[in-house]
């Protein structure tokens, strides 16, 4: 069953705003994953934060995690038409295994 | 560098026949290897993955089976179709467990059983 959830599940917004999504779970986790996905293809890795890590940052991408409230958050600056795509959160438990939650539908409007 | 190749992107089948999905990767040796489906608002459910040849855990017992014959091939396969098997098929592969380093997934194949 699906553990992780993302909010809002749909977002849009104009190029050159910022974009924020977030990501709750309910248990304990090693680290939590950010993917991407155009429509119709492949899920493309973003960023992997470790639960000792607060904050991680990749070119316009910005994550951070909070495990006192299980949550986290995704930022893309100054976004692109490019960026449109779903986005999704994936966290591994004790048990090793990858929830995912149901994934943020992004649009940005050129 | 590595890379993984999926296919076909899509197929339309009839209830009842056959299914084979392929998927290989490349540019890496002994990788753990997964199949996906992704349902329209249901997000991703893990249907297989795998640590080495000849070795496959089934995650969702179902009308599905999966085969790893060479160490970065792994097919997906089906004897008989049913309706409730259309969806998005994605293989992945990792370095080590998913959990800890992430997955790189293929391009997925679009499946409609007709």
């Known amino acids: 069953s699906q553990q992780g959830e993302e909010d809002p599940q749909a977002l849009s917004i104009q190029e050159g705003e910022n974009a924020t999504m977030n990501c709750s779970y309910k248990t304990s986790i090693n680290n939590l994953q950010w993917y991407r996905q155009n429509s119709g293809r492949g899920l493309v890795h973003l960023i992997l934060?470790?639960?000792n890590e607060r904050e991680k940052h990749s070119g316009r991408l910005r994550v951070t995690l909070d495990t006192s409230k299980k949550s986290s958050s995704l930022l893309i600056t100054a976004s692109r038409a490019a960026d449109t795509a779903s986005y999704f959160c994936?966290?591994?438990?004790?048990?090793?295994?990858?929830?995912w939650g149901l994934g943020t539908s992004l649009a940005v409007n050129p | 560098s590595q890379t993984i190749h999926q296919w076909p992107a899509t197929l339309v089948q009839p209830v009842g026949s056959p299914l084979s999905l392929e998927c290989t990767v490349e540019?890496?040796?002994?990788?753990?290897l997964y199949w996906y489906r992704q349902a329209a608002g249901r997000g991703l459910q893990l249907l297989f993955y795998s640590v080495g040849i000849g070795q496959i855990s089934s995650e969702v017992p179902q009308n599905l089976s999966a085969s790893r014959p060479q160490d970065r091939q792994f097919i997906l396969s089906s004897k008989k179709l049913l309706l409730s098997d259309s969806g998005f098929y994605l293989c992945a592969w990792s370095v080590g467990r998913a959990a800890d380093y992430g997955y790189t997934f293929g391009s997925g194949t679009r499946l409609t059983v007709v």
């Open positions: 994936s966290h591994a438990g004790n048990n090793r295994k990858l929830i």
């Open positions: 934060i470790r639960s």
């Open positions: 540019g890496t040796s002994n990788p753990n």
